[in-house]
């Protein structure tokens, strides 16, 4: 199993950028896969979560819809479209692939709980300047 992130920068603030979490050696249609970063200093929050099985997304309010979380299945690939960046964003950004089972029950009440998630990439760092 391996899951590799990419897409992260520096970027201004105001701006946008997407990253990829590319997955492979695992049934990407039956899993899940979410967005977290840890700040320095801070713990690793949960930002977004998409059932590959359904469709179905999760997202942290404090986000107040800055970001979007998709998957493209024929590439195995689930994506963090991040706009209107602030430096407060700031972080390494990891994604993590629940293989389940029981995603629509466990992860519409748990996604945020970094202990659902079998697998983890190795992070992408994300900078936004002033």
């Known amino acids: 199993v391996q899951l590799v992130e990419s897409g992260g920068g520096l970027v201004q603030a105001g701006g946008s950028l997407r990253l990829a979490c590319a997955a492979s050696?695992?049934?990407?249609?039956?899993?899940?896969i979410a967005w977290f970063r840890q700040a320095p200093g801070k713990g690793r929050e949960g930002l977004a979560c998409?059932?590959?099985?359904?469709?179905?997304?999760h997202y942290a309010d404090f986000l107040k819809g800055r970001f979007t979380i998709s998957s493209d299945t024929a590439k195995n690939t689930t994506y963090l479209q991040m706009n209107h960046l602030e430096p407060e964003d700031t972080a390494v950004y990891y994604c993590?692939?629940?293989?389940?089972?029981?995603?629509?029950?466990?992860?519409?009440?748990?996604?945020?709980?970094?202990?659902?998630?079998?697998?983890w990439g190795q992070g992408a760092q994300v900078t936004v300047s002033s």
């Open positions: 993590a692939a629940d293989l389940g089972p029981f995603l629509l029950l466990r992860l519409s009440l748990f996604w945020r709980d970094r202990g659902q998630y079998d697998y």
């Open positions: 998409i059932r590959n099985t359904d469709g179905g997304t």
């Open positions: 050696g695992f049934s990407f249609d039956g899993s899940a």
